[in-house]
């Protein structure tokens, strides 16, 4: 039996600590695990990999893994970040043509909204 494609637990392959999908060891976690657990990676440098061939991307995929206990609580979300936030996705749901809240996210190639792209008249 043959080992897997990506198994290269010292890095001297990939120059980092690589492992196939669903064989990492105990003590790494990607970015989303580290934010479940309410941390970030706080600039340290990636620990170890993730590699894996994706049908849907015909390609080799990467996860990057860091150290839990060097990680960060995440920084809270004050109102100032909050009303930022929220100006700013106002501001991609409001319509350039007719100037009104969509209710969604403006596709970014029409620029405007849906009846708008269309040519109908906004509904009030």
């Known amino acids: 039996m043959s080992r897997p494609r990506f198994w290269d637990p010292t890095g001297e392959r990939f120059g980092i600590p690589t492992f196939p999908w669903k064989m990492a060891p105990d003590g790494y976690l990607t970015r989303r695990q580290l934010r479940a657990q309410g941390l970030r990676p706080n600039g340290q440098p990636v620990a170890a990999q993730?590699?894996?061939?994706?049908?849907?991307?015909?390609?080799?995929?990467?996860?990057?893994?860091?150290?839990p206990e060097l990680a960060c609580p995440v920084q809270p979300m004050t109102?100032?970040?909050?009303?930022?936030?929220?100006?700013?996705?106002?501001?991609?749901?409001t319509c350039l043509g007719c100037?009104?809240?969509?209710?969604?996210?403006l596709p970014a190639h029409l620029g405007c909204c849906l009846p708008c792209a269309d040519g109908l008249p906004a509904a009030a």
């Open 99 to 105: 100037g009104r809240d969509a209710g969604y996210v």
């Open 79 to 93: 109102p100032a970040k909050a009303a930022a936030l929220a100006a700013a996705n106002r501001a991609r749901r």
């Open 50 to 67: 993730i590699l894996w061939r994706s049908r849907r991307s015909k390609g080799v995929r990467t996860a990057y893994l860091y150290r």
